[in-house]
């Protein structure tokens, strides 16, 4: 059901890979809300992935852009205001890569030009694209931006790698540029912790599959969806959060806030050596 929360607004999805993806769903969402988008991602992954047919299936224009080129992001903030007509009202970063996770590295022996690139693409990009954004003026007043992360950047979580460090960067990014854009430009700035999500990115991560079924143990809700999160991305894009800014906000059915459950005591206990 749609309830017009994003009636007459404009919006930029950027991450949008394949059906699995988050920002698909949003973008899905964002059209279903009432909202005209454009979607941006980089040339190699339009051709390798689902985002032409998307685009088509939406019809919003795709923008080719490497997130982390300063210039690139500058013209996808241009391009989207001439194509949607005006200022942007929302903003998605959905982006994360780590070469280290792909290639197997431990964390105690990352390659370090492979961190940077992490850094640079998960969570620099983010810096990039609201500067990129800023010195053009391009987001309207009470404008809402939303970056997707996950809950190893307050807690360890095995086999996330350096995907972590670039998470904790990412949200205080959010929080020191929430300031300057909140106080000049009404712009608020948010990070969503999601739970961990089977997506194309996610299913890199060494034992994802446990962590997801662990999450799912200890949540008193469970685990949220990719269409829950894209809900959630809906609602913080919409005029009902016009004072929520520079939060880091959990979205994983309870899980940042449990210690201990029920059933994983029941496991604990069962594996005990007697």
């Given at each position: 059901m749609a309830y017009g929360l994003l009636k007459g607004k404009r919006g930029i999805i950027f991450g949008?890979?394949?059906d699995q993806s988050i920002a698909w769903k949003v973008a899905q969402k964002a059209v279903e809300e009432g909202a005209v988008i454009?979607?941006?991602n980089t040339a190699i992954a339009i051709r390798m992935g689902q985002v032409k047919e998307l685009g088509e299936q939406l019809n919003c224009?795709?923008?080719p852009a490497d997130a982390t080129s300063f210039e690139d992001l500058e013209e996808v903030f241009k391009r989207s205001q001439e194509v949607l007509g005006g200022k942007i009202d929302f903003v998605l970063h959905s982006i994360g890569m780590s070469p280290n996770v792909r290639k197997g590295r431990a964390y105690d022996d990352l390659d370090y030009g492979m961190l940077s690139k992490t850094l640079d693409i998960s969570a620099i990009s983010f810096h990039k694209m609201l500067q990129a954004a800023k010195k053009?003026?391009?987001i309207a007043e009470n404008g809402s931006i939303v970056a997707l992360s996950y809950m190893a950047a307050q807690r360890t979580m095995f086999g996330y790698n350096d995907m972590a460090d670039a998470k904790s960067l990412l949200e205080s990014i959010a929080r020191s540029f929430g300031y300057v854009y909140g106080r000049e430009k009404k712009v608020r700035i948010n990070t969503i912790s999601q739970s961990p999500t089977m997506t194309t990115a996610?299913?890199?991560v060494s034992g994802m599959d446990k962590l997801f079924d662990f999450a799912e143990r200890i949540s008193p809700l469970g685990n949220a969806s990719a269409e829950e999160c894209a809900d959630y991305c809906i609602v913080m894009f919409s005029d009902l959060t016009r004072k929520v800014t520079m939060q880091n906000l959990f979205h994983d059915g309870g899980f940042a806030s449990m210690g201990m459950s029920v059933e994983a005591m029941s496991v604990?206990?069962?594996g005990m050596t007697k």
């Open positions: 949008a890979l394949n454009t979607l941006s224009e795709v923008i053009q003026d391009a996610g299913s890199g604990y206990e069962k």
